[in-house]
């Protein structure tokens, strides 16, 4: 309250000076307790880091990423699921990205304000919420069952098109993103010159979101590397002594498969400690390809925002 002594143009600064006294107060306890929760996230994620690598470290060897899993602890190895993980990875990307990035500028540059788009756009974006064992439990009818001739059934052409439709609305709504960043005066001036819409998309827009595009579509692939639910309920087994064959490559992607995710939840759950252990060191290696992939992200947008510069 204000003083009623105090003139109009002084009543007025008061009331303004005990306001933005007001919001700032507010301001220090929000980032007070941003700070707080950001503190307390990264102490948890660095004591579970740290006993990971207490008891994983010691495991990690050649032998444990060129042996195959094996029901002795002390002979198992990640060869065969870290391999399926680099086939589900190619398959994934190449299924999602080119249909994830062309369905976004498709949506967000061509497609009319129409109430068909309106819908389209909110089912993608309640389809990013979907949990993961929903799309495991479509794909085992879709690409399991209905299509078994082509897929072979519980393969890893199956398990890569489960992962491709998982991360599908993720790479959409990414790329949207990226491209409703990009200003809209780039857009006027390229059709100010007399060039279509499509030129100024692929010229103009595309080279400014690329990195956008780029993050968002690598951070969704690091996602589907890690899903465990929808591989278990297509069939994804949990012991294997092969590889996927490069040649033919149609026998590969009908092969049966695992991944890392699978092999660490096989040896989490048995009881012998030495099964643990390999577990823990399972989960040093898909970490590592998990911070691999976050890093080349990283670079790859700092490096087109420089060549773009």
């Not at 008891?55 to 094996?70: M, V």
């Not at 970490?287 to 990283?298: E, G, S």
């Amino acid at each position: 309250m204000t003083p009623l002594n105090l003139k109009p143009d002084e009543q007025v600064d008061s009331y303004f000076d005990s306001n933005l006294a007001k919001r700032y107060w507010f301001d220090r306890v929000f980032v007070s307790t941003a700070f707080i929760c950001t503190l307390v996230g990264l102490v948890i994620l660095a004591l579970l880091l740290f006993d990971v690598c207490k008891d994983g470290l010691p495991r990690l060897s050649i032998d444990f990423l060129t042996h195959y899993p094996s029901r002795r602890a002390g002979q198992a190895g990640i060869l065969s699921p870290l391999v399926g993980t680099i086939w589900l990875l190619v398959i994934t990307a190449l299924v999602a990205i080119p249909i994830g990035v062309g369905a976004g500028i498709f949506l967000e540059e061509f497609a009319a304000s129409s109430l068909l788009a309106k819908v389209i756009e909110v089912n993608i974006g309640n389809l990013a919420a979907v949990p993961s064992i929903i799309y495991g439990l479509l794909a085992l009818h879709v690409f399991v069952r209905l299509m078994n001739p082509i897929t072979g059934g519980r393969s890893v052409l199956s398990g890569g098109l489960t992962l491709a439709l998982l991360v599908l609305p993720i790479i959409i709504v990414a790329t949207r993103e990226a491209l409703r960043a990009v200003p809209e005066g780039i857009r006027q001036a390229g059709y100010a010159i007399g060039t279509t819409r499509w030129q100024v998309v692929r010229d103009q827009v595309l080279p400014i979101a690329f990195p956008g595009i780029l993050t968002g579509t690598i951070l969704a692939l690091s996602r589907a590397i890690g899903e465990t639910a929808p591989l278990i309920t297509i069939g994804a087994l949990t012991f294997i002594a092969f590889l996927p064959p490069l040649v033919p490559l149609t026998e590969g992607l009908r092969s049966p498969f695992t991944a890392l995710p699978i092999q660490i939840y096989n040896w989490v759950s048995r009881p012998q400690e030495a099964f643990q252990i390999a577990a823990a060191a399972g989960i040093i290696v898909l970490m590592a390809v998990l911070i691999t992939m976050n890093a080349t992200a990283v670079y790859l947008r700092n490096w087109l925002q420089r060549t773009r510069n």
